[in-house]
T-cell receptor
Framework: AQSVTQLGSHVSVSEGALVLLRCNYS??????LFWYVQYPNQGLQLLLK??????LVKGINGFEAEFKKSETSVHLTKPSAHMSDAAEYFC??????????FGGGTRVLVKP | GAGVSQSPSNKVTEKGKDVELRCDPI?????LYWYRQSLGQGLEFLIY????????KSGLPSDRFSAERTGGSVSTLTIQRTQQEDSAVYLC??????????????FGEGSRLTVL
């Protein structure tokens, strides 16, 4: 069965520091993986999607994700955190059929 | 409309009452999804519609939960005899053609349900 695991439910970074959010998926997952962001009191918004065309995918707001098949990971990074990056981030994968399975989410706190 | 619209945005009800949550997807989107977001639990899949049919209902937690979609558009999620553990944010999402391609899901802002 499909599963997506996010490591760390909370991450605290200083403004200007690297943001690294970790996501691993089960090997049964087809290579369609997504990162979504949820700002306070808002719905989820697509940050980026990986569709096997390239191992490094650039998303919105300066985020990017690198797909590593050997590690079954698709970690999300941003070189320099901004206060506006404070949000909850969800990794998701497409399982068999049309169901998108989400990880547990990682809440990012940005310190000034 | 411009985005996925959900109503009500907030609902407080008493244990044992029935509630209906409504989702109006983006015009032209054939696929519609319901998810539940509980505190600290991430997003839990409930049901998926393609047009008016629901090929995947595997996430509905009990027979108190049901959903329908009419006219290939608006969907209603009904929870009968609500329990306190039903308290959560119920998110609706739509996509152009399911996830057969690499299509993304577009989410509404959710309906926050509180069962007292």
């Amino acid at each position: 069965a499909q599963s997506v695991t996010q490591l760390g439910s909370h991450v605290s970074v200083s403004e200007g520091a690297l943001v690294l959010l970790r996501c691993n998926y089960s090997s049964s997952v087809p290579p369609y993986l997504f990162w979504y962001v949820q700002y306070p009191n808002q719905g989820l918004q697509l940050l980026l999607k990986y569709t096997s065309a390239a191992t490094l995918v650039k998303g919105i707001n300066g985020f990017e994700a690198e797909f590593k098949k050997s590690e079954t990971s698709v970690h999300l990074t941003k070189p320099s955190a901004h206060m506006s990056d404070a949000a909850e981030y969800f990794c998701a994968g497409r399982a068999a059929g049309n169901k998108l399975t989400f990880g547990g989410g990682t809440r990012v706190l940005v310190k000034p | 409309g411009a985005g996925v619209s959900q109503s009500p945005s907030n609902k407080v009800t008493e244990k044992g009452k029935d509630v209906e949550l409504r989702c109006d997807p983006i015009s032209g989107h054939t696929a519609l999804y319901w998810y539940r977001q509980s505190l600290g639990q991430g997003l839990e899949f409930l049901i998926y519609f393609q047009g008016n049919s629901a090929p995947d209902k595997s996430g509905l937690p009990s027979d108190r939960f049901s959903a329908e979609r009419t006219g290939g558009s608006v969907s209603t999620l009904t929870i009968q005899r609500t329990q306190q553990e039903d308290s959560a944010v119920y998110l609706c999402a739509s996509s152009l053609a399911g996830l057969a391609d690499t299509g993304e899901l577009f989410f509404g802002e959710g309906s926050r349900l509180t069962v007292l």
